[in-house]
């Protein structure tokens, strides 16, 4: 595909229940992220890839949350035993990284509802 | 800590006129500024980028200006459209120094552009 993409576009859960979050970034993008966006807040930084380096795992708000990237592309994020707080919508993104100050391209987030 | 505001309410303007969103921020020495804007539903989507060493940028009916010693920057739109109204988020990069390509996000300012 020509974007980033990301799923499943909902997700309601139980509280209590784990939760995969799906990225398939642009071709060719080497750094990936995970942003969190909560009602009426500025988009939270997460985790951040960046090839083959080490994640960058400084904005996961617990140890509840995890991610991984396989193969330099596909990016999952998984949150264990889902709060109530942890209701947002998250979004994935992707850039070059040919200079340090690259665009960011955004999924269109996966809306998380945790009852 | 970094703190970064934007326009906390809606700006409304009438078709035709210059919008103006303004960018603040605290505590951090950005090399870089970026606007994005969102839709509802949607991801961000980038718009402009200006360096530190920038004073101004131009793309069609943008303008972003980069004041580094007030720390602000002012995104405006010329002959503002209906097709406008969005959400413009700013960010500055890169979060916690160092060549990575982390943002911090602002919140946001809601721009209703009237016909």
């Known amino acids: 595909g020509a974007g980033v993409s990301q799923s499943p576009s909902n997700k309601v859960t139980e509280k209590g229940k784990d939760v995969e979050l799906r990225c398939d970034p642009i071709?060719?993008?080497?750094?990936l992220y995970w942003y969190r966006q909560s009602l009426g807040q500025g988009l939270e930084f997460l985790i951040y890839?960046?090839?083959?380096?080490?994640?960058?795992k400084s904005g996961l708000p617990s140890d509840r949350f995890s991610a991984e990237r396989t193969g330099g592309s596909v990016s999952t994020l998984t949150i264990q035993r889902t709060q109530q707080e942890d209701s947002a919508v998250y979004l994935c993104a992707s850039s070059l990284v040919l200079g340090f100050d690259e665009k960011l391209f955004f999924g269109s987030g996966t809306q998380l509802s945790v009852l | 800590s970094q703190k970064i505001e934007q326009n906390s309410e809606a700006l409304n303007i009438q078709e035709g006129k210059t919008a103006t969103l303004t960018c603040n921020y605290t505590n951090y020495s950005p090399a870089y500024l970026q606007w994005y804007r969102q839709d509802p539903g949607r991801g961000p989507v980038f718009l402009l980028l200006i360096r530190e060493n920038e004073k101004e940028k131009r793309k069609e009916r943008l303008k972003v200006t980069f004041d580094t010693t007030l720390k602000q920057s002012l995104f405006h739109i010329t002959a503002s459209q209906p097709a406008d109204s969005a959400t413009y988020l700013c960010?500055?990069?890169?979060?916690?120094?160092?060549?990575?390509?982390?943002?911090?996000f602002g919140t946001g300012t809601l721009l209703a552009v009237q016909p």
């Open positions: 071709s060719g993008h080497t750094a």
């Open positions: 890839f960046q090839g083959n380096s080490a994640p960058d």
């Open positions: 960010a500055l990069g890169p979060q916690g120094g160092g060549a990575t390509n982390k943002l911090i």
